[in-house]
């Protein structure tokens, strides 16, 4: 102990004090405990100035110290110090600043406000100070009224309330927003304060920013007391209607992390609002997905659909369903939900629907979900309409031959025209048996077991259909249009393999693992080696066996016998629509 706090000591004095701090802090957790209350101890003996000393600490490469990880030490201990109101605000705001946009360490206002929480004499002098100098501390007004409200509620209540006329539109928001954060509304005539402060606000003020803050503070009171919902409800809503993008970003959050909470008229709100989010605002995209992921899990998920049906129609050409990857994940887990979206966006034939529905197939690379139709979302079962839908499966998921050919075979489950089953035993064969010879075959010959009546007997004559026309191929004897020339094969390869090599460059270049570490390319061998250092300082040799690992694709027969006769045929399929 005594080594810990001459060395402080000496380094506060020889200024390197950020440095030796951060090194202390390494290794066991004891380290940090011991340095944490030697720290306080030297600060409040007047032995070193740690509230100074933090405030000079930097976020650059070279400093010498982790910022983030150095920035919580004095976190942890500032309640504890004993120091001037003013100069930790400045060291305060002086962290909050040199963190710029990257704020996933936190801030420090919550050790702020513990700090201020300990006497009576810190808030008030805090507010003096805000008051005196708007321009440089209003950031630290919320935080400073929620210390104070600890100590007196209807002191420090008030003088959020009075504050939400000031002149300045910076303090009004930050009072706005503190009327929330407050937490011991334990009066109901605080509480009745609060609530009407944040609604004669909502009629007059106009700035987007402080009506999201209003949402905020809000739906905080909610929390408080369940009994309000009526009177919040139309405060929130009353706020998103004068809102902008702002005051949308306010609304998602709530949608998305608070969706549990949420009565539902406070949630119809929010979705009404929501559908009008802008394509470029990707926070209160990722908050909305978060939200609808539960929204589509409840026991009846037609509103959260319809939901995200409304959203990708409004913004056709600028959102699309792989901003939504929480709900892609959660579709693929939920093949029931999947069936019902995949009938009704089918059905009806929207391109930014049907290609969210090739985003969540394929989802998994490496296997085919097996997928049926929803009865229940079918507008009609006559051969139109299953034809169709056939037909809009296989053009956009074509190159997921046994999820389009077990979305063919359901539909062969719900008819006994012998016209459409004859129409969708066409479509099993041709193109998908012609096509996927090896994979659809034997998925088709593995189902005719499952399936019974008119399914089974049409798969059967899909697979004797093709026995036939290969049996006929063969006995044209050698095509030679079908036969290419060595060179013809290895120039195919070469072009192809290019392709796969520019593909495997652009999804690495999104590769959050290969961000991390460094990349070799090992030409030969059978183990890899490498060297480590451990905590002892030595080097060590670490051997790694290397292993084989493949994968077999199997090219549709007709991109290469006719590229563009296949995709013609597909770019029907997709872009044909029914008429009403």
């Known amino acids: 102990m005594d080594n810990l706090r001459n060395d402080l000591i000496v380094a506060f004095q020889e200024g390197n004090f950020l440095q030796v701090v951060y090194e202390k802090s390494l290794g066991e957790p004891e380290n940090l405990s011991a340095l944490k209350t030697e720290l306080v101890s030297l600060h409040n003996a007047g032995l070193i100035d740690v509230v100074a000393c933090f405030s000079r600490l930097e976020n650059h490469s070279d400093a010498g110290y982790d910022f983030f990880l150095t920035r919580h030490i004095l976190e942890k201990i500032l309640p504890d110090l004993n120091a001037p109101v003013k100069p930790v605000m400045d060291c305060v705001l002086h962290l909050v600043n040199k963190a710029g946009e990257d704020m996933a360490a936190g801030t420090p206002f919550g050790p702020f406000i513990d700090f201020c929480a300990v006497e009576p004499s810190r808030p008030e002098e805090s507010l003096k100070q805000i008051k005196a100098s708007i321009g440089q501390f209003a950031d630290l007004l919320t935080p400073t009224i929620v210390a104070g409200a600890r100590i007196d509620t209807r002191h420090y209540l008030n003088e959020a309330v009075q504050l939400t006329s000031h002149e300045n539109i910076e303090i009004r928001k930050r009072a706005i927003f503190s009327l929330g954060r407050i937490q011991n509304y334990k009066d109901s005539e605080l509480y009745e304060t609060a609530l009407a402060c944040l609604e004669l606000a909502a009629a007059k003020e106009c700035d987007d920013h402080l009506l999201g803050n209003i949402i905020k503070s809000a739906f905080s009171l909610y929390k408080q007391d369940k009994s309000q919902e009526e009177q919040i409800v139309n405060l929130i809503n009353r706020a998103l209607s004068k809102g902008g993008d702002h005051a949308l970003h306010a609304a998602s959050e709530l949608f998305g992390f608070d969706f549990r909470e949420l009565p539902e008229a406070l949630l119809a709100a929010l979705l009404e609002h929501l559908r009008r989010v802008k394509p470029q605002n990707k926070g209160t995209l990722d908050n909305i997905d978060y939200g609808l992921v539960k929204l589509i899990n409840r026991e009846e998920p037609t509103k959260g659909i319809e939901f995200l049906e409304d959203i990708l129609l409004a913004n056709p050409n600028d959102i699309s369903m792989d901003i939504f990857d929480s709900v892609i994940r959660e579709l693929c887990k939920n093949k029931k939900v999947l069936n019902k979206v995949l009938t009704k966006w089918f059905l009806r034939g929207d391109r930014v629907l049907c290609e969210g529905i090739h985003a969540v197939v394929n989802k998994d690379l490496h296997h085919d979900v097996l997928l049926e139709i929803?009865?229940?979302?079918?507008?009609?079962?006559?051969?139109?309409?299953?034809?169709?839908?056939a037909r809009k499966t296989i053009g956009y998921l074509f190159f997921k031959p046994l999820t389009a050919a077990s979305v063919v075979i359901s539909l062969m489950r719900i008819t006994n025209k012998e016209e459409t089953l004859r129409q969708l035993g066409a479509l099993l064969f041709d193109p998908l048996l012609l096509n996927f010879p090896g994979k659809v075959k034997d998925f088709l010959i593995q189902q005719k077991d499952i399936e019974s009546g008119?399914?089974?007997?049409?798969?059967?004559?899909?697979?004797?259909?093709?026995?036939?026309?290969?049996?006929?191929?063969?006995?044209?004897?050698?095509?030679?249009?079908?036969?290419p020339s060595q060179a013809q094969r290895e120039a195919h390869r070469r072009h192809f393999s290019q392709l796969l090599s520019e593909s495997f460059k652009k999804a690495e270049k999104k590769s959050v693992f290969l961000s991390l570490v460094s990349k070799s390319v090992l030409l030969y061998g059978r183990k890899s080696?490498?060297?480590?250092?451990?905590?002892?300082?030595?080097?060590?040799?670490?051997?790694?066996?290397?292993?084989?690992?493949?994968?077999?694709?199997?090219i549709p027969w007709l991109?290469?016998?006719?590229?563009?006769?296949l995709e013609y045929m597909l770019r029907i399929f997709r872009v044909e629509r029914i008429k009403a």
């Open 559 to 565: 991109q290469i016998i006719d590229p563009f006769g």
């Open 454 to 483: 008119q399914a089974k007997a049409t798969i059967e004559s899909a697979l004797m259909f093709f026995d036939e026309y290969m049996d006929a191929l063969k006995s044209t004897g050698a095509i030679p249009e079908l036969h």
């Open 374 to 389: 929803d009865p229940s979302e079918l507008i009609s079962i006559d051969l139109v309409h299953i034809f169709f839908l």
């Open 529 to 554: 080696i490498n060297y480590v250092y451990g905590l002892n300082g030595k080097c060590s040799r670490m051997e790694t066996p290397l292993l084989s690992h493949g994968t077999e694709i199997e």
